[in-house]
């Protein structure tokens, strides 16, 4: 599985911006789907994940009530919508994979494959 995410940039505090990560292969749409983000000289975090239909997702407390997962399985592709941005959201944002559904999710080490990460710059 190959995932090539998209959508980062530069934004304002308070302002929003739309991820996407387009997965290739069809069988993309059978695995748990996530993001993660790292801050320099930080740990690759995780930030919200995704059931392979969609019906359960889950945020790290920090982003919720802000940022909200989804895909879409007839495109291969899942979303992170990014609302009321902060800078301390600044960071690389990856998207991830996991065609077994390791652990919780919410660790690095549960996720098999990883994309190329987008830039986002929330200034203040």
């Known amino acids: 599985v190959q995932l090539q995410a998209s959508g ?4 304002q ?7 996407s990560c387009a997965a290739s292969g ?6 748990r789907m ?21 019906s359960s997702t889950y945020y790290a407390d920090f982003v919720k009530g802000r940022f ?17 941005l902060k800078p301390e959201d600044t960071a690389v944002y990856y998207c991830a994979a996991d ?5 919780s ?3 690095r080490d549960d996720w098999d494959y990883w994309g190329q990460g987008t830039q986002v ?3 203040s």
């Open 8 to 11: 980062g940039g530069l934004v």
């Open 13 to 19: 505090a308070g302002g929003s911006l739309r991820l």
């Open 26 to 31: 069809r069988t993309a749409r059978t695995y």
């Open 34 to 54: 996530g993001w993660f983000r790292q801050a320099p000289g930080k740990e690759r975090e995780f930030v919200a994940a995704s059931s392979r239909d969609g």
């Open 68 to 84: 909200t997962i989804s895909r879409d399985n007839a495109k291969n592709t899942v979303y992170l919508q990014m609302n009321s």
């Open 99 to 103: 065609p077994v559904y390791k652990g």
């Open 105 to 107: 999710g919410r660790l």
């Open 121 to 123: 710059t929330v200034s």
